[in-house]
């Protein structure tokens, strides 16, 4: 692996935080790129406030997913204080980036008098692509590595005697199609609120879960289930409900009973 990309005397150059720079950078480009494409009813921001609206973006993301990893590996960090913003080290939890980029983004919509799922929805599909770049930092940092596997599929990372799955590159995958599938359907999509974010809820939730089984770095929280399982459990209650309700389906309790209709007949 690379953990280092460039050490020029005192300056170094951790590969994470420049796969971070390039997911920021790539994301944003083309999401402004496409605001500009898009039909004028469908844009729900625009390409000039998506810069300042990536960057709080990306201030709520990344103290979230530092705060909870912190919060989770506290004895480690009490330990050693000053590894605490050491961001360019690695050492970020998803869910509390997408927990703090929600809240932050959410703030930045009020204040600007958007409406958040229709912006959430126009932009989520560079979310994805953002993730995507980004696992492929966490696969060069050598974090968030599978469980030992035998065969020629398994990677060897330092420090490691035996080859893991490298679940890394595995949601990478994953997280590009899911940017293809919901970059493929705009603008159409655009056109029911909430669908494209609910999907991307869903579908994230899903390879998250499956991806969670193959993690040799996690510990079960409940039933066997580790806390990113639960979270995606919850993705895919809150996805689903999302997508099928904008669809127009409709979970009917106790639909009144109806009796056949029959012709009538001469008796």
């Not at 000053?82 to 998803?94: F, R, S, T």
């Not at 770049?133 to 599929?153: E, M």
């Not at 409900?241 to 009796?259: C, E, I």
Request: glycine share 12%; charged share 15%.
């Amino acid at each position: 692996m690379h953990p280092i990309l460039l050490k020029l005397g005192p300056f170094t150059l951790y590969t994470y935080g420049a796969m971070l720079v390039l997911a920021f950078a790539v994301s944003t480009w083309l999401g402004a790129r496409t605001a500009r494409q898009l039909p004028q009813e469908l844009v729900a921001i625009t390409s000039d406030q998506l810069l300042d609206f990536t960057a709080v973006l990306l201030f709520g993301g990344l103290f979230g997913a530092r705060f909870l990893y912190v919060v989770l590996r506290w004895e480690e960090f009490a330990a050693a204080p000053q590894h605490i913003i050491a961001l360019w080290e690695g050492g970020l939890v998803w869910y509390g980036g997408f927990a703090g980029g929600v809240l932050a983004s959410w703030l930045y919509v009020r204040s600007h008098r958007l409406s958040w799922l229709r912006v959430a929805d126009q932009v989520v599909p560079f979310l994805a692509l953002g993730h995507a770049i980004g696992r492929i930092g966490c696969f060069l940092n050598g974090c968030c590595y599978g469980k030992p596997v035998d065969g020629c599929c398994g990677v060897l990372f330092p420090g490691h005697q035996t080859p893991v799955v490298p679940t890394q590159l595995l949601e990478s995958l994953g997280l590009f199609a899911i940017y293809l599938w919901l970059r493929g359907r705009q603008p159409g999509i655009l056109r029911s609120p909430g669908r494209s974010f609910g999907g991307y809820l869903l579908l994230y939730g899903l390879l998250r879960f499956g991806i969670e089984y193959l993690r040799g770095d996690q510990t079960a929280w409940w039933m066997g289930l580790t806390l990113q399982q639960l979270i995606s459990l919850g993705m895919l209650l809150v996805g689903g409900t999302l997508w099928f309700q904008v669809s127009g389906f409709k979970f009917l309790v106790n639909p009144p009973n109806k009796k056949p209709e029959t012709r009538n007949q001469k008796r």
